[in-house]
């Protein structure tokens, strides 16, 4: 079994910043190298969403239109840690974000059945 821990989460204006950070643990977890990895958001009363994803060794990524040029996705595999850099943040950016990985070297995966492991979530909330 794979443990998630989302972290970095919090209230930010419009126009700031926040580094999401996930790490990854759990007696099965040998290296994050075997997952890919990926972020989700889910708004009140929308579905969750596709936010960022990132292959096993970082050599691909893939972005939703809406967050492009503003969000960067990486990871640490030495560190069994992804990352996500959000900036010029935007009230429709409020959400929980989730990190989730799947267990591919195949790619960075888009949809939320190709992964099998989730974290519990972490609030992200930009006022205007």
């Known amino acids: 079994q794979l443990q998630l821990v989302e972290s970095g989460g919090g209230l930010v204006q419009a126009g700031g910043s926040l580094r999401l950070s996930c790490a990854a643990s759990?007696?099965?977890?040998?290296?994050?190298?075997?997952?890919?990895m990926g972020w989700f958001r889910q708004a009140p009363g929308k579905e969750r969403e596709f936010v960022a994803a990132i292959s096993w060794n970082g050599g691909s990524t893939y972005f939703t239109d809406s967050v492009k040029g503003r969000f960067t996705i990486s990871r640490v595999n030495a560190k069994n840690t992804m990352y996500l850099q959000m900036n010029s943040l935007k009230p429709e950016d409020t959400a929980v974000y989730y990190c989730?990985?799947?267990?591919?070297?195949?790619?960075?995966?888009?949809?939320?059945?190709?992964?099998?492991?989730w974290g519990q979530g972490t609030q992200v909330t930009v006022s205007s």
């Open positions: 989730a990985a799947a267990m591919t070297r195949a790619g960075a995966r888009r949809e939320a059945h190709e992964y099998d492991y």
């Open positions: 759990g007696r099965t977890l040998s290296t994050l190298s075997n997952y890919a």
